[in-house]
């Protein structure tokens, strides 16, 4: 890596920390749903604007696609992308902070206003870098993540990767299983597909003393749960990572009241695109051929989610190889596969991708919660090693 540019990097991240700081808390204190960042979107603009980068906003309804282009940079040059994500989560936040959300009910919980600011700032830098840069850069700020279809989906049918076109994309997230001041990394299939599942069980209810002159729609659910397991027991190879998990059985009857209906959702997980055609086609008509057995019918719904994520080898080996040089090796990690699932995968379905790992975590200050929990905050020293990390990847 060229010392020069190390050294500027380095420089302008920490002259840039109180800013982005200033980002991620107004962000956080004013969350937005999936599909609903207008004001997210347009705060963003604002910032781009102030920063002297060109952007366009509505691309994917409430996203922005902005460029940084060198002096020597030509119109058919192939631009490198940059991701982060705008929504926020249905959780109320119970930290007690300053910056604590101002919106009932809705929070950062999943740290995208960190993935936002910091991608704020390494636009900065590389504004400042620009004449150096190797390649044009697009940023892109997507919106609904967490959220089917995946505001990726909306981003590239909007002609994200176009114009001029993305040959590579890079993208982190917070990872408060990680100490601040680390990154992660893992090369080839890394995080899972998710599809959601909705089964309504068609009975007859009754009395419960009298259940033969019924048909148990709670019965029926609680089978169509355990048979279910045997789908990833006993049909999935074993070597393929795959989880079936049902978190929500709802049958409104009382102690002595058997009901008409019971309702299952679920999420289905896995990393192999075949078997999970296979799979969804299982599960269909298990919970069809359960409930025909005792005398009931099911509805049967499946909203498929995003594909699994695999990172490029390539680029991710440039990256965390110049994540060595600049931070040492000592704060390079290795991670693991997760059954977990980022919409980030539509991308990498397109072309070469690299997503990473921003550890957040300091045991010292009490911030120890996962993401998506209602206590959920990060050490914001992270937020200098995120600027870093993205602005270091145009030149790995």
Known sequence: MNPEIKHRITELSEQLFNKVQGYRRHMHAHPELSYQEHETMRYVSECLTEIGVEHTTGVGDTGIVALIKGAHHTSDQKAIGLRADLDALPIQEENEVDYKSTVDGVMHACGHDVHTSVLLGAAEILNSLRDELPAPVKLIFQPGEEKNPGGATYMIRDGALKNPTVKEMYALHVFPDMKVGNVGFKEGIYMASCDEIYITINGKGGHGATPHQCIDPIHIGANIITTM????????????????????????????????????????????????????????????????????????????????????????????????????????????????????????????????????????????????????NIDEQALTIGMQMMALAPFS
């Open 229 to 376: 397991q045997q789908i990833v027991s006993r049909k999935c190879d074993p070597k393929v990572p795959c989880v079936l998990s049902f978190g929500h059985f709802e049958a409104l009857g009382a102690t002595n009241v058997i009901p008409s209906k019971a309702y299952l959702k679920g999420t289905f997980r896995t990393m192999n695109e075949p078997w999970r055609a296979q799979a969804l086609e299982l599960i269909e008509s298990t919970a069809h051929k359960i409930a025909e057995a005792s005398g009931g019918t099911v509805d049967v719904v499946i909203s498929k989610g995003y594909p699994y994520l695999e990172n490029d080898p390539v680029t991710t080996a440039r990256l965390r190889t110049t994540a060595q040089e600049f931070l040492g090796q000592e704060h390079v990690e290795e991670l693991p596969i997760r059954l977990t699932a980022e919409d980030f995968s539509y991308y990498s379905q397109e072309i070469p991708v690299c997503f990473f790992r921003l550890g957040v975590r300091n045991e010292e200050k009490g911030i120890t919660y996962g993401v998506h929990h209602p206590q959920f």
